[in-house]
């Protein structure tokens, strides 16, 4: 406990003198988040110190070992710096696929070589990855999909498409999931690695109804795959693919889900604390689901360190994750009355209330739908019968 005591001082004192205070401010819009990767350019010079600081202290990916750019701190160390993270509001220094996604499934089936390489890139921000898991005839039903790859001996020749890939357009390789054995619908997936600028790969953005997307197309037109870039094993990829979600799960459960302040105090400052008591009401109901949520997932780590955690667990998180998000931005709507209808204008950044509600839809939708993790939540925690 002592020496917990000893890092919290530590951590506490490293982020006063390192946390630049335009990096302790609320994340106003996308050009504030720091994507990193071969295009990527610092917004301020407080968002690249602020980076940098934190790249060479470890702590992009502080649960990482040293030797593939983390921190290597165990869960208590990474739990406080968390928590001293929060208290001064500090951003995220680097947002990656690489990091919630890739970057477990690495550590779990990678090789050395791979895990030595790509981490370190992941961790530094060198590379910004995407995911290729859905496509069109292959969402929630994700083994029935079509996008092959032909055995030439030291390379595949992939052909294919998937959809839904967050901010394809603006990424350097992706990770993707591609059939290699129609026989056997299961064992006959690889999960590949490539560069996104390999001839034959191309993208296109699909509009929202919020008038923005990070959403892609992708399109594989004879793309060549050097035989060396998967990860786990031929025909295995499947079992990548499901530790991944689990990983992506969380993720998508973590944007927002949990945040109290942000429904709340955006609501009181409008209203000065004069609001409707039904929407008071619910506001407090909000509150409490949201401590609710965070303390479920304190509990969750704590399992994974123990070795007690449920394999579903995940799908628990990205279903109350994904419900409380949506409750929190219908809440930040009718909080700002008619004025959260607006679109354009400068005052409301261009209408980010309604943009960001709508948003919020494809929420339970992306990462595995929520009749799909009710589903998974009913038969392998609760053990209902099936239908």
């Known amino acids: 406990m002592a020496d917990l005591d000893a890092f919290r001082s530590e951590t506490r004192a490293w982020l006063e003198a390192n946390c630049p205070a335009e990096m302790r401010e609320p994340v106003r819009d996308e050009d504030d988040v720091y994507w990193g990767g071969r295009k990527a350019t610092f917004k301020s010079a407080a968002q690249k110190s602020w980076f940098e600081a934190c790249v060479a202290k470890g702590y992009t990916v502080p649960a990482w070992p040293k030797a593939y750019g983390g921190a290597g701190l165990d869960a208590a160390e990474a739990k406080i710096l968390r928590e001293e993270m929060s208290r001064i509001g500090a951003r995220p220094p680097l947002s990656s696929f690489g990091i919630w996604m890739l970057g477990p499934a690495l550590l779990k089936f990678g090789t050395e070589e791979q895990k030595v390489k790509y981490l370190n890139e992941i961790a530094r921000g060198e590379i910004r990855w995407c995911q290729g898991y859905s496509e069109p005839g292959a969402g929630s039903d994700l083994v029935s999909m079509q996008t092959f790859g032909d055995d030439q001996g030291d390379h595949w020749v992939v052909n294919g498409q998937k959809i839904w890939t967050s901010y394809a357009d603006a990424a350097d390789w992706i990770f993707c999931l591609v059939r290699t054995d129609k026989t056997n619908k299961y064992q006959g997936i690889t999960f590949m690695l490539f560069d996104m600028e390999t001839p034959g790969v191309s993208t296109k953005p699909i509009l929202l109804i919020s008038g923005n997307s990070p959403f892609c197309e992708t399109f594989f037109d004879d793309v060549k795959v050097p035989k060396d870039q998967f990860v786990g094993e031929i025909n295995r990829g499947w079992d990548v693919a499901k530790y991944l979600l689990g990983h992506e799960r969380e993720m998508i459960s973590g944007a927002g889900g949990g945040d109290r302040n942000s429904a709340i105090g955006a609501a009181m400052l409008r209203h000065s604390g004069t609001l409707d008591p039904i929407l008071r009401a619910e506001l407090a109901m909000f509150d409490v689901d949201a401590l609710a949520y965070n303390c479920m997932g304190e509990r969750f780590l704590d399992e994974i360190k123990v070795g007690k955690a449920h394999p579903a667990q ?56 929520s009749e799909v993790m009710l589903n998974v939540i009913s038969k392998r925690i609760l053990d209902l019968p099936g239908a």
């Open 314 to 369: 995940p799908n628990m998180m990205k279903y109350a994750g994904t419900e409380l998000n949506k409750r929190r931005h219908e809440l930040m709507m009718a909080a700002g009355g008619s004025r959260s209808l607006e679109w354009d204008s400068e005052e409301t950044g261009g209408g980010k209330p309604s943009r960001n509600w709508l948003r919020t839809k494809a929420n339970s939708i992306e990462g595995g739908t």
